[in-house]
């Protein structure tokens, strides 16, 4: 007699990032693990962030329009971070995106880390070394990105623009990601940002880095 085959289990879906107003995300399930990382994404960003810098291959695409806006207008850099973030946030009014825990923290600690990083962190030289320490920081900047975005607690301007137009347009972050970071570094150039080839490295390959990272890094908030 013919054995008959066993139907196959029926695979679990990926995790999804859910669309939540503050309160919904306070009262989401699993609050430890989420809790945790966000901490850990938040400072792996830093980290990230403050490793790029060190690296001396240039800025990060933001940074490129940071730094030519602030040429541009009679501001401090940090000044046009603070400025432009705000603006972003603007722009999340249309696209229905929620402000959360993860938004605040992103805006006052990522740039205390990544200073922290770089005072601690001693100068790298030799180019095999740099390139190694670019490599890394873009890997880390991207998996800290989705490490705290995947919290559900919400993301900082520039993330929360970039998870809002995924919800609204339906295209992959990565595409999204990409067209945000080469949108940034045009502009950016334009009003005389310094480019170097650490920006072009970072811009197009941030985006296919947190496409690959989502999918282990999403709390799934269908489990209890």
């Known amino acids: 007699m013919p054995s008959v085959p066993l139907p196959r289990p029926s695979r679990r879906p990926r995790p999804r990032l859910v669309p939540m107003t503050p309160l919904q995300q306070l009262r989401a399930p699993r609050k430890p693990l989420r809790l945790l990382n966000l901490t850990l994404g938040i400072v792996v960003l830093g980290i990230g962030v403050g490793l790029f810098v060190r690296a001396g291959f240039g800025l990060s695409p933001w940074d490129v329009l940071h730094q030519g806006l602030s040429r541009l207008?009679?501001?401090?850099?940090?000044?046009?971070?603070?400025?432009?973030?705000?603006?972003?946030?603007?722009?999340?009014?249309?696209?229905?995106?929620?402000?959360?825990?993860?938004?605040?923290v992103n805006t006052f600690a990522v740039g205390p880390i990544a200073d922290l990083t770089i005072a601690l962190m001693p100068p790298i030289h030799g180019l095999g070394w740099q390139a190694g320490a670019m490599a890394?920081?873009?890997?880390?900047?991207?998996?800290?990105?989705?490490?705290?975005?995947?919290?559900?607690?919400?993301?900082?301007?520039?993330?929360?623009?970039?998870?809002?137009?995924?919800f609204r347009t339906g295209l992959s972050v990565r595409v999204i990601r990409t067209l945000m970071e080469l949108t940034a570094l045009a502009v950016g150039w334009l009003l005389g940002g310094v480019v170097g080839i650490g920006t072009a490295v970072f811009a197009l390959s941030i985006g296919p880095l947190c496409q690959l990272f989502f999918r282990w890094t999403v709390v799934d908030l269908e489990r209890r």
């Open 136 to 166: 890394l920081a873009t890997v880390l900047a991207a998996f800290g990105t989705t490490l705290y975005i995947g919290a559900q607690f919400g993301g900082g301007p520039r993330d929360g623009l970039m998870t809002g137009l995924h």
């Open 73 to 104: 207008l009679p501001i401090s850099f940090g000044t046009v971070i603070v400025l432009l973030g705000l603006l972003i946030l603007l722009l999340w009014i249309p696209l229905r995106q929620w402000p959360g825990l993860g938004t605040v």
